[in-house]
């Protein structure tokens, strides 16, 4: 199948000054020849420059000290320089400079001279007055990577099918089968481009057919994958099951204690690095929502984790273990269990339990990816452990990728929480990026992680739009001061060329569309009103009285969950002043009311209104926001590439009534449920 070219659409831009004509690069290395091509045809396409390229390592010496004798302003044409400096700051970051006439790109390493190239065709396609300051040697271009590790998680099961996959099936496997053709190098290329650098390639709920990944059968075509991933500085890992000693190994138990069982790992590590030595390490979900762990033998998650990391240690791997470890079998009429406490109360206890090779991956709030939740505490909490921010790129409590919702701005804020970690009044680098960064406690083995809203649909995420959370992930992840607005007008350009009129009509869709999708579905932090199973449109009680933990308590008299420490006691796993700020309800965010406090429907917000009319009020606002955005697509009819409006606009349309769905389920069961009518009159069912 046919599918498009993502961010890395070239096209022609017009005026762009790019005096060059030659390329020097030595391309022994794989990723230095990629990063050579690319440039390439990028120069082709979007400055109609053909770039002659020189690879012969005496005549780039030549060249160099040619290139370095001349000034810069006497000469018109001028080589690009593709090098590698060794003195500079990690492996991974890169300077583009000009020198003498010509311009260099200069990596730490391979990769990072990959990353500078593509930042170099980036900033052709976006930024020409960038391009001209740095073309005359006015700027310098510098960027080491914020994250160590920055990396997406599918959810591709091996039948082809994905877990809350929205663009249609997996391009990893088919049948069962690993697939590697030119969309796999294409998907590497896009990983590259935007600085990602490991990919989690099977679902972390490894089920079946899927343990078998680490077995004779796959190891060959691993092999191969991986090594197509490392030519684009990629780090395949996988997901494996903790149960594999049961299933693959047939012993009675996986006891993470157990002699055999620690002796299957050591000699499953062997056979697997001896066919994919490149191999990251293994992400792992481990007593979670039915999965096998060691809780089965009254063990802890240190225990289960080491064991592993011990196993793989030699090998230089990682073993990347989830935090979303909750009680999913609870009594509705049990108000002291709260979903939220879990992953801290589980994981606190263990606090400099794990080996150095371990890394505890944490979803951004202590529920599942709802629209909007506090930031989890663990982050606050944890500082002996090396700890990955987890995300959701894929949609799946956030529109499915049927509506547009850029979640950049909502990544943005849980990356500047500020945790108080480092003490209160503490100098302000313990936000949430200073931690997982590993610049608070000088840690390694960090770094950010998406689930990945990836298919095989022509567009690659279902929605166009929605490539732009793809981009966006990678973007933030590699630059954490990146503002959304940045990220977004990158994105546009990028995939849609210079022109005025597509940035000044999607800029606004996409910065204002996480605020639009929360007001019409669940604002102020209450989360959850979804059908149950497949997650998608509006049904208030649908995980009311079941037992996943995920409740809003409405009576007739009001709505929320009490967090408080007459509550739950929820808000004491935060440091202060944290705590005290999400207790009362006068200084708790009001964009998160609900999330900590149970709350009257005649209870007055800031802005005067109550509670009830703020629900009535911002649905109505939502659905309205959702239907103008559609009616201001328009505009873009015979503007954008065919195929590309009438993909959008239908979606656009899908959003725009379902929005309307939304307000009328949500606002028809509060009116009923409280009696209140709405002070502005407007028809509630
Ligand atoms: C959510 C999602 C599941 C997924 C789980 C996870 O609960 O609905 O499909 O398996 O998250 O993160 O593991």
Not at 134 to 150: D, H, M, Y
Request: glycine share 10%.
């Amino acid at each position: 199948m046919a599918y498009s070219k993502a961010w890395l659409n070239y096209q022609v831009v017009e005026n762009i000054r790019f005096p060059f004509d030659t390329l020097y690069a030595e391309t022994g290395d794989k990723r230095i020849q990629i990063a050579a091509q690319e440039l390439q045809v990028a120069a082709k396409e979007l400055a109609k420059i053909k770039l002659s390229l020189v690879s012969d390592s005496s005549q780039i010496q030549r060249a160099a000290k040619e290139n370095g004798a001349i000034p810069a302003a006497r000469v018109v044409k001028g080589g690009i320089f593709l090098e590698i400096d060794g003195e500079m700051q990690n492996e991974e970051s890169y300077r583009i400079s000009r020198q003498g006439r010509g311009l260099v790109v200069c990596g730490g390493g391979e990769s990072g001279l990959l990353y500078g190239t593509f930042a170099l065709i980036r900033i052709m396609q976006t930024d020409p007055q960038l391009l001209s300051k740095i073309c005359s040697g006015k700027q310098t271009v510098e960027q080491a990577p914020a994250n160590p590790l920055r990396m997406l998680n599918h959810w591709d099961n091996v039948d082809g099918s994905i877990e809350r996959g929205y663009a249609g099936n997996s391009f990893f496997f088919v049948g069962n089968e690993l697939v590697i053709d030119g969309r796999t190098r294409d998907y590497a290329r896009l990983l590259a481009s935007v600085g990602i650098n490991g990919t989690v390639i099977n679902n972390v709920n490894v089920r079946g057919a899927a343990t078998e990944l680490i077995t004779e059968r796959c190891l060959p075509q691993l092999s191969r994958l991986a090594e197509l991933f490392s030519s684009y500085g990629v780090k395949l890992y996988l997901s494996l099951n903790f149960a594999a000693p049961i299933e693959l190994g047939g012993l009675a138990t996986c006891d993470p204690l157990d002699g055999q069982v620690q002796d299957f790992w050591k000699k499953k590590m062997e056979q697997v690095y001896a066919k994919v030595p490149s191999l990251g390490g293994f992400l792992v979900k481990a007593d979670s929502e039915g999965r096998p762990g060691p809780f089965t033998y009254g063990r802890n998650h240190a225990e289960g984790a080491n064991m592993l990391a011990r196993a793989i240690r030699p090998y230089g791997g990682l073993i990347i273990w989830r935090c979303f470890v909750y009680n999913c079998r609870q009594d509705w009429r049990d108000r002291k269990t709260d979903r939220a406490r879990a992953g801290y109360d589980n994981f606190m206890p263990l606090d400099g339990q794990f080996d150095d090779n371990v890394i505890l991956q944490i979803k951004n709030g202590p529920m599942d990816f709802q629209v909007r939740e506090p930031v989890s505490p663990l982050f606050s909490g944890l500082k002996e452990t090396n700890m990955m921010l987890e995300v959701q790129a894929a949609q799946e409590y956030t529109g499915q990728q049927r509506h547009l919702c850029y979640l950049v701005p909502m990544w943005r804020e849980i990356l500047d929480f500020k945790t108080y970690a480092a003490g209160k009044g503490g100098d302000g680098a313990d936000s949430v990026a200073d931690i997982v960064s590993g610049r608070l406690y000088g840690q390694g083995n960090c770094g950010m992680a998406a689930v990945a809203n990836t298919g095989d649909d022509e567009n690659w995420t279902g929605h166009d739009m929605a490539a732009a959370n793809f981009y966006g992930f990678g973007r933030l992840a590699f630059d954490t001061a990146l503002t959304a607005e940045e990220i977004a007008r990158e994105w546009v350009r990028c995939t849609y060329g210079c022109n005025r009129e597509i940035l000044d009509c999607m800029l606004p869709m996409l910065l204002s569309s996480w605020e639009t999708y929360e007001k019409y579905t669940s604002p102020l932090g209450i989360g959850w009103m979804v059908n149950p199973s497949h997650h998608y449109g509006p049904n208030v009680d649908g995980y009311e009285y079941d037992r996943w933990g995920t409740y809003h308590y409405s009576d007739c008299r009001g709505m929320g969950v009490d967090r408080t420490m007459s509550g739950t006691g929820y808000v004491s796993q935060y440091n202060e002043p944290n705590c005290s700020m999400y207790e009362d309800i006068k200084t708790c965010p009001e964009e998160l009311l609900l999330f900590f406090h149970h709350v009257p429907y005649t209870y007055r917000l800031k802005t005067g209104k109550t509670l009830i009319q703020h629900i009535y009020d911002s649905h109505f606002e939502g659905a309205m926001q959702a239907q103008n955005m559609l009616l201001n697509f328009d505009s873009l009819k015979h503007i954008l590439p065919p195929g590309a409006f009438e993909r959008i606009h239908t979606r656009l349309k899908v959003q725009a009534d379902h929005a309307k769905e939304w307000r009328d389920r949500i606002n028809t069961y509060y009116f009923r449920i409280s009696g209140i009518p709405d002070e502005k009159g407007r028809t509630i069912y």
